[in-house]
């Protein structure tokens, strides 16, 4: 345990490392622009924006599956088994790649066409913004060969670094183009370059690295691996899809009912993304070391990793909720502006309150990819899109951008509920009084955090 001890730990650390530059990088980035930009011209980059997103769905967990069977055939050092995953998931990749460049010419058709409050001016600068960093995101799709076959080695810090400088390259290309006042075509043209440059420096230093065999590799054995990567991905592949309707559709609903306040939601999410990076950096490590755990066999060693990790999630993500009502208006208006204020930081405790509920999970859902046991997750995700769809539909149409931000809240509540009924009796490495201690963490969190919820509300409304 020792040696899996010290793998989580060093991983994490490279994670928690990448993670923090990558808040940095998430809160630097649109300080510099939004300044530049007046409110309705930052409102079409907000939305142009988040075409990276809906690009990224794409990935279909593709990365997750490469980290997993790489993972396994490194510990019995199977490197014909590596070569295999490799190869099957760089055509996966490029097919991916191909469509996403289709499906961002389609949304810069489309997609402005949803927004009633743009002029005709915004509508042709969002296009030229969707296609940039459509075309970008699709190029990056890439990245995730790479990211995963470093991830499945247990060398994180690679793809980590790599990753960082192409950060430094993007902030330092808007900052030099908003020194210059280049328009926002040329802004998105600059970042979506910026972002591509970790992608290329990837690749070739996977190509270049000594752990690819000599064996001769069968085109069938590629080809096996290639079915193996694809039926793992299935139901990930549906989750991921669920998963753009509950978060990366918010801005886009928000502007859709209120266009004035899309440029504070989508900054108000910012802040939340950079929690979630964070959260993300630090237990992405629990698949590999879950999965090696669940091939030895040791399903106790699984569940005391499962109960910790929740535990520990839960206490981080209640005192972010209490951390950010007592400080998210200083902060809001450090970071942006006093002018800010009074427009973010309600959406901010929303969303902060619906990032807490949802990733309640995040250990759980993480081991169930692990073990293989996530074949019926895709229920309880689809059930949370609904739901996601609906509240912060009728939410939005009520009271606006934040109606849309209080919304996902009750929409979180509902994917929790559904996560544990669906899919906790058919884990296999939690026996039945186990499942009880489970639930009973589960309810304490939720009561916890929705109930700091509603004291902030009770304040505000005063």
Not at 197 to 223: A, D, H, R, W
Not at 258 to 269: F, R
Not at 293 to 313: G, I, P
Request: glycine share 8%; hydrophobic share 55%; net charge positive.
């Amino acid at each position: 345990m020792s040696n899996l001890v010290r793998r989580f730990t060093s991983n994490a650390g490279a994670n928690i490392i990448g993670g923090i530059g990558t808040a940095i990088y998430n809160l630097i980035l649109p300080s510099i622009v939004v300044h530049k930009l007046s409110p309705e011209d930052f409102s079409v980059w907000s939305l142009g924006i988040q075409v990276i997103i809906y690009i990224q769905v794409l990935g279909f967990g593709v990365q997750t599956a490469i980290a997993r069977f790489v993972s396994a055939d490194n510990e019995i050092d199977n490197k014909v088994g590596i070569f295999s995953t490799v190869m099957a998931g760089r055509k996966i990749l490029r097919i991916l790649m191909f469509l996403g460049v289709i499906i961002s010419v389609l949304l810069m058709i489309i997609y402005p066409l949803f927004f009633n409050g743009l002029n005709h001016d915004g509508v042709t600068v969002l296009r030229y913004c969707i296609l940039a960093f459509g075309v970008s995101s699709s190029l990056q799709l890439l990245s995730l060969l790479p990211i995963g076959f470093f991830t499945g080695l247990h060398k994180n810090y690679i793809h980590v670094l790599a990753q960082l400088f192409g950060r430094i390259i993007s902030i330092i290309i808007i900052y030099l183009l908003v020194k210059a006042e280049a328009s926002i075509t040329v802004l998105s043209v600059g970042l979506s370059v910026g972002l591509v440059i970790p992608c290329g420096l990837l690749v070739y230093i996977m190509n270049k690295s000594q752990l690819f065999t000599t064996e001769i590799i069968m085109e069938t054995q590629i080809y096996d691996r290639g079915k193996e990567l694809i039926s793992y991905c299935k139901v990930l592949a549906v989750w991921v899809f669920c998963m753009l309707f509950v978060n990366g559709i918010q801005p886009t609903i928000a502007g859709f009912f209120d266009i004035k306040h899309v440029g504070h939601y989508s900054l108000a999410m910012t802040l939340v993304m950079v929690m979630v990076g964070l959260q993300q950096a630090i237990m992405s490590p629990i698949v590999t070391v879950g999965a090696t755990l669940h091939a030895s066999q040791k399903n106790r060693e699984l569940f005391r990793m499962l109960k910790l990790s929740t535990v520990t999630c839960f206490l981080v993500l209640f005192f972010s909720v209490i951390f950010f009502v007592i400080c998210g208006r200083y902060i809001v208006k450090v970071w942006l502006g006093n002018d800010y204020v009074m427009y973010v930081y309600p959406i901010l405790i929303a969303l902060v309150t619906t990032n807490a509920i949802r990733n309640i999970l995040s250990p759980y859902s993480l081991l169930l990819i692990a073990t293989g046991a996530h074949k019926n997750a895709h229920v309880p995700a689809m059930i949370e899109a609904v739901c996601a769809v609906l509240f912060m539909s009728i939410s939005g149409w009520l009271y606006g951008a934040l109606g849309v931000a209080q919304g996902s809240i009750l929409a979180s509540i509902a994917g929790v509920c559904a996560n544990l009924l669906v899919t906790l009796k058919q884990v296999g490495f939690i026996n039945k009084s186990e499942r009880s201690i489970v639930l009973l963490i589960m309810f304490v969190a939720l009561i916890l955090i929705v109930s700091c919820y509603a004291v902030f509300l009770s304040v505000i409304n005063r």
